[in-house]
């Protein structure tokens, strides 16, 4: 006779010992044997959260206890044992009467000693399999072709089936997000310090002979009436706008659907709680009061030059904290497109010890129930060069 002992995991996931495979299994005369710790672990699984756990082990018991030591088929037999192996078997061989596989160990030890019988454990997991092989047993583990079908339960069919449904809805909804290709914002160098050095080293260049100065150019030994406090503001106004731009940043901002319907008539929210301000629009660069030489009057359009750090049409406060806002209106976005908004333009109150900006996005469209959120952060450093800074307005350095 050849005494198969099983463990709980075969009963709950491998096919009954009735089926005709486990006698292919094995040769000679079988004899199914479920342990005292195999059937209360069972007994335990009846209530497990585990849909079909619960199912086949409230099916496997009553066929069980109904079939204690009846001839399943020619040869193959059952057998519940009742009683737990000895504590005296348990510390023979350092095995723990805490641990449900040591129990289950014993137990096969007890029947190979006991029955005078060949007798394997069948496990499907490695620990009881080693333990009992390092103790003279023969051990391992069930055929994979016995194993139960994975069928879904009732509840796990309707779960399924609501997350396709849900999957198809959200499918056919746009799937809206804000991006920018950025990862940090840098600002102008902190000149300030050399504002009436450069002021002066301007002054002194329309003043000294040279030939690139227009008036000797003309033949002229003298300056024009105001010509040298004009171009003097005119220094003054270009450092003030080398200054502004030097706090001023682009963010190029980009909506994109990446969903696989059109979303109509969007608003885009932008905030932020930085010490940062909106601007429209980036100031163009002061016109030398040397172009009206050669334009058809002295001093040309430089005579009446804006004044370049007025407020620049700065966003009201968002809410009673304080941050700034802006917002953009888009008709509609094609689905699986990305639409390239108008850049976002700040101005920060200094150029040092910024560390970063928070840009909190919130996307309205008519397709969605509510409103899409994000956040997109970037770091803030001074690192941005002069040039670089001036190209952002055009600036002409033959000026």
């Known amino acids: 006779m050849h005494i198969i002992v099983l463990d709980t995991n075969v009963l ?43 199912k086949r082990t409230r099916a496997i018991l009553p066929w069980l206890e109904a079939n204690d030591g009846v001839e399943l088929a020619d040869g193959v037999s059952l057998e519940l044992l009742a009683t737990e192996p000895s504590r005296e078997l348990l510390d023979e061989h350092h095995l723990d009467p805490s641990v449900p596989d040591d129990r289950i160990v014993a137990a096969a030890l007890e029947l190979a000693a006991t029955r005078g019988a060949e007798v394997t454990l069948v496990s499907w997991d490695t620990t009881p399999r080693v333990k009992a092989k390092q103790r003279g047993l023969q051990a391992m583990s069930p055929p994979e ?57 301007g002054m002194e260049r329309i003043q000294a002979p040279s030939n690139q100065n227009p008036f000797q150019v003309l033949g002229l030994n003298s300056f024009p009436e105001g010509y040298v406090e004009k171009y003097r503001a005119y220094l003054e106004r270009s450092e003030d706008h080398s200054a502004y731009l030097a706090r001023c940043a682009e963010v190029p901002l980009e909506l994109e659907n990446l969903g696989s319907l059109k979303a109509s008539t969007l608003v885009v929210d932008v905030s932020w709680d930085a010490e940062a301000t909106y601007i429209e629009e980036l100031p163009q660069p002061p016109e030398s009061p040397r172009r009206g030489l050669f334009d058809g009057g002295m001093f040309g359009p430089s005579i009446n030059l804006p004044n370049l750090i007025a407020d620049r049409h700065v966003s009201g406060p968002d809410g009673d904290e304080g941050g700034q806002s802006c917002s953009y209106s888009v008709k509609f976005l094609l689905h699986d497109r990305t639409l390239e908004l108008p850049r976002l333009l700040l101005c920060f109150p200094g ?25 997109i952060n970037l770091r803030v450093a001074p690192n941005r060069t002069f040039e670089a800074m001036l190209r952002m307005t055009g600036y002409d350095e033959d000026d």
């Open 145 to 201: 072709s016995l194993r139960v079908a994975e069928t879904p339960s009732a509840e796990e069919s309707e779960l399924a089936t609501a997350r396709r449904q849900l999957s198809a809805l959200t499918s056919r909804l746009p799937k809206l997000r804000l991006t920018t290709p950025l990862d940090a914002l840098a600002l102008g160098p902190d000149d300030s310090d050399q504002r009436e050095q450069h002021i002066a080293n």
């Open 351 to 375: 150029v040092t010890d910024l560390g970063g900006i928070a840009l909190n996005w919130r996307v309205h469209c008519e397709e969605l129930p509510e409103a899409v959120t994000g956040c």
């Open 12 to 54: 709950v996931h491998f096919r009954r010992p009735d089926d005709p495979e486990w006698r292919n299994t094995f040769e000679g005369e079988l004899l199914f044997v479920v342990p005292t710790t195999t059937l209360s672990e069972l007994d335990v699984h009846k209530t497990s959260v585990d849909g079909k756990v619960r």
